[in-house]
T-cell receptor, first 113, second 113 residues
Framework: GESVGLHLPTLSVQEGDNSIINCAYSNSASDYFIWYKQESGKGPQFIIDIRSNMDKRQGQRVTVLLNKTVKHLSLQIAATQPGDSAVYFCAEKLQGGADGLTFGKGTHLIIQP | NAGVTQTPKFRVLKTGQSMTLLCAQDMNHEYMYWYRQDPGMGLRLIHYSVGEGTTAKGEVPDGYNVSRLKKQNFLLGLESAAPSQTSVYFC????????????FGPGTRLTVL
């Protein structure tokens, strides 16, 4: 089965509110995590990443939190905009591996006006 | 830079037919990947390459072959297409295997009848 999963398949938020998308992972050996955004008909687009030696990282309007104790990852989007509507995937990578990422199923973020 | 490009964008095959999907990147990346994405699912790794002339199996390699004759190109072949291979195929590349994001192409939507 998948080692990366998401708690909710769909998240609906009001425009201007903050969004929090959650992700659980099961492999303790994973040491690198990425959040991707995928709009309809397009490939995944990098949002933000975090290494396992960090517990928080901030970007423009986005923050990723990593809790290694409970193997939980979250993506916070501040002041959600209509353009944030998309499916968000978390992905993990095993330490030192040259192979690909392991993706969760995704959360569909819907922005309501 | 065009980034990662994929051809074709769409294709319909009959069961048993063969085809090749082409991925090209102009970022001089060593690492290239092929993923498939099924409805409501995250991406799953098919094959990957850590450099020109090398290939390796991912999570779901059966029914596919790959070749990396040139650094900038990564080809995915289906020798005898099956309906179970109906999916959206994404190619990605990265400069290093470690803590670096993967850049994705726009995808190829393949339907096998």
């Amino acid at each position: 089965g998948e080692s990366v999963g998401l708690h909710l398949p769909t998240l609906s938020v009001q425009e201007g509110d903050n969004s929090i998308i959650n992700c659980a992972y099961s492999n303790s050996a994973s040491d690198y995590f990425i959040w991707y955004k995928q709009e309809s008909g397009k490939g995944p687009q990098f949002i933000i990443d975090i290494r396992s030696n960090m517990d928080k990282r901030q970007g423009q309007r986005v923050t990723v939190l990593l809790n290694k104790t409970v193997k939980h990852l979250s993506l916070q989007i501040a002041a959600t905009q209509p353009g944030d509507s998309a499916v968000y995937f978390c992905a993990e990578k095993l330490q030192g591996g040259a192979d690909g990422l392991t993706f969760g199923k995704g959360t569909h973020l819907i922005i309501q006006p | 830079n065009a980034g990662v490009t994929q051809t074709p964008k769409f294709r319909v095959l009959k069961t048993g037919q063969s085809m090749t999907l082409l991925c090209a990147q102009d970022m001089n990346h060593e690492y290239m990947y092929w993923y498939r994405q099924d409805p409501g699912m995250g991406l799953r790794l098919i094959h990957y390459s850590v450099g020109e002339g090398t290939t390796a199996k991912g999570e779901v390699p059966d029914g596919y072959n790959v070749s990396r004759l040139k650094k900038q190109n990564f080809l995915l072949g289906l020798e005898s297409a099956a309906p179970s291979q109906t999916s959206v195929y994404f190619c990605a590349s990265s400069g290093e295997p470690g803590y670096n994001e993967q850049f994705f192409g726009p995808g190829t939507r393949l339907t096998v009848l």
